[in-house]
């Protein structure tokens, strides 16, 4: 019998700068999260990715676009994840063995943690795909 495909998606920053910037993503973003508010899956968003979004949005838009974001994140039907010992921990192993960015592997222990995959169109992700789902976006940049 096989396993039943993971409902658990976990957003990483790539794919939710993609979404608060309206880029051609954002379509599958938004539909991500249409079926977490229907209740036919989950979405996830770690805390380090979500300051990460925030400080490449100030650096990018100024501070009040930033400040405009945390509300626009804080009403989507996800679940923003604490940086907890143990996912810090996991973080710094995927980090450790695998060329991705230090937030990214937040994205990648999250998934692992929760069985989800991973949304993202960043093709850094390239690298763990033997560790961890990836749902590409479609504009995923080869």
Do not use: C
């Amino acid at each position: 019998m096989s396993k039943p495909a993971s409902k658990v998606r976990v957003l990483d920053t790539w794919a939710m700068l993609a979404y608060l910037g309206g880029e051609p993503a954002a379509h599958a973003v938004r539909q991500v999260l249409r079926n977490a508010r229907r209740k036919r899956g989950s979405v996830l968003f770690s805390i380090i990715s979500f300051g990460e979004s925030l400080y490449v949005i100030e650096r990018e838009q100024g501070l009040q676009q930033a400040q405009r974001a945390v509300g626009i994140i804080d009403q989507l039907p996800l679940h923003v994840v604490p940086a907890d010992r143990s996912l810090v921990f996991e973080a710094a192993h995927v980090k450790a063995r695998y060329p991705i960015s230090y937030a990214d592997s937040f994205s990648v222990a999250l998934a692992k943690r929760s069985h989800g995959r991973v949304v993202t169109g960043a093709p850094e992700f390239t690298a763990v795909e033997a560790e961890v789902g990836i749902d590409w976006l479609p504009d995923r940049r080869k």
